[in-house]
């Protein structure tokens, strides 16, 4: 069977997420997998920013319902109290990547450094509840296709931070599917599972960029009907790592 899988970087979406986070962000949506229609539909929900005190609640959704899930994680003032609970969410057999200390697009773009030395913040915040070699995914803040870090870090900055990714045995990945629940327009739980199901149609393979902030209520309650949609439209469940798994098996 031929198998291709198409990468595709494209900007979709720009916005502005909470203040909460005290950051400006913006979700520039990008690359997944597209492929056949012979390929098994495949769905990865991912929940960056958090975690906060609505990451039990998405916990308690995804156990009732049996869906893993990935979670790209911060270490920022405002979830240092919750993030102990980084620990459960990989018991439950979810993923723990990485996102930001800090997520300060002006300090951790400024150069590769600022931004490794943002990185090691992370790890160092996450290391009493992990095993540091778990954590081998990185998603970029605003994505890898960003450009609001070429006015820190000039227009190279991205390019260098994929290659150093690597370079140290990590993964980035970004989104091709958003659920824009982190948006200044607070959209209610209809409104996000409707933007999931506009991006989503007709892929084989989504990841589904969601959010686990304190400002993120409403994609709790969103939660229940988007497992149910993809489920009814026959996609199984993945961690991040699961599904780059299964790809690199069908190359
Ligand atoms: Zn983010």
């Known amino acids: 069977m031929l198998l291709v899988i198409l990468v595709t970087v494209v900007h979709l979406l720009y916005h502005q997420e909470y203040a909460e986070t005290a950051i400006p962000n913006d979700c ?38 049996k ?10 003032d405002i979830n240092q109290e919750y993030l102990p609970l980084v620990r459960t969410i990989q018991q439950q057999g979810h993923q723990v990547a990485m996102h930001s200390a800090t997520h300060r697009y002006a300090t951790i773009y400024r150069s590769p450094e600022a931004f490794w030395q943002d990185i090691k913040t992370l790890r160092q915040a996450l290391e009493p509840y992990l095993s540091l070699e778990d954590l081998t995914w990185l998603r970029f803040p605003g994505g890898s296709t960003n450009t609001v870090s070429h006015k820190y870090g000039g227009s190279g900055i991205m390019k260098t931070l994929k290659a150093q990714t690597e370079e140290k045995g990590w993964h980035w990945i970004d989104w091709n599917v958003c659920g824009e629940d982190a948006t200044a327009s607070h959209p209610d739980a209809d409104r996000i599972l409707r933007n999931i199901q506009e991006d989503a ?33 026959g996609y199984t469940f993945c961690t991040v790592e699961q599904l780059a798994e299964l790809q690199s098996s069908r190359e």
Do not use: M, Y
């Open 28 to 65: 520039f949506a990008v690359s997944a997998a597209t492929g056949e229609t012979a390929l098994p539909k495949q769905v990865c929900l991912t929940f960056d920013d958090g975690p906060s005190s609505n990451t039990q609640p998405l916990l308690d959704i995804l156990a009732r319902e």
């Open 67 to 76: 869906v893993p899930a990935t979670f790209f994680v911060c270490a920022q």
């Open 201 to 233: 149609e007709d892929l084989t393979t989504c990841v589904v960029l969601l959010h686990d902030t304190k400002a993120t209520g409403e994609t709790v309650k969103a939660l229940p009907q988007i497992i149910g949609w993809f489920r009814e439209k």
